[in-house]
């Protein structure tokens, strides 16, 4: 999951915001990140990004403009936007196993939009 691009309005609008939603995997108990792969077992505390990455990049690269952002969880600010896309992502590729989540999230390090979708990238969250 990256960033189409930055977006300031975005950190002004929902910059107060502590919470947010993620899709993930979901096989009995355990969550796998969609995205990023990686069993998710742990529950009930922080996660730190830099414990689920499957590259080691610590920046992610915006398309083709070169401006760079630090790499963390990728949170949609908005259910609905989650769900959307969960239900978009299971359509073209028949993860049936995929569920939307809310997270908890501190350590932001960047605002922006992707698909039109206002998300955060932070360091930590705590699955609900």
């Not at 096989?27 to 730190?48: H, N, S």
């Not at 989540?101 to 955060?120: E, L, M, N």
Request: glycine share 6%.
């Amino acid at each position: 999951m990256c960033l189409h691009h930055l977006d300031d309005r975005v950190k002004e609008k929902y910059g107060k915001k502590e919470f947010g939603w993620k899709v993930f995997s979901q096989y009995d108990d355990e969550l796998e990140g969609v995205y990023t792969g990686g069993k998710i077992r742990p529950r009930k505390q922080w996660l730190r990004e830099d414990r689920f990455r499957t590259d080691r990049c610590s920046t992610k690269i915006l398309n083709s403009q070169l401006i760079k952002y630090p790499a963390g969880w990728h949170i949609y600010l908005l259910r609905q936007d989650a769900r959307k896309n969960r239900w978009k992502k299971f359509n073209q590729h028949s993860f049936s196993h995929d569920v939307v989540k809310k997270v908890q999230f501190r350590r932001p390090v960047a605002w922006g939009r992707q698909d039109g979708c206002p998300i955060v990238v932070t360091k930590e969250i705590f699955i609900e």
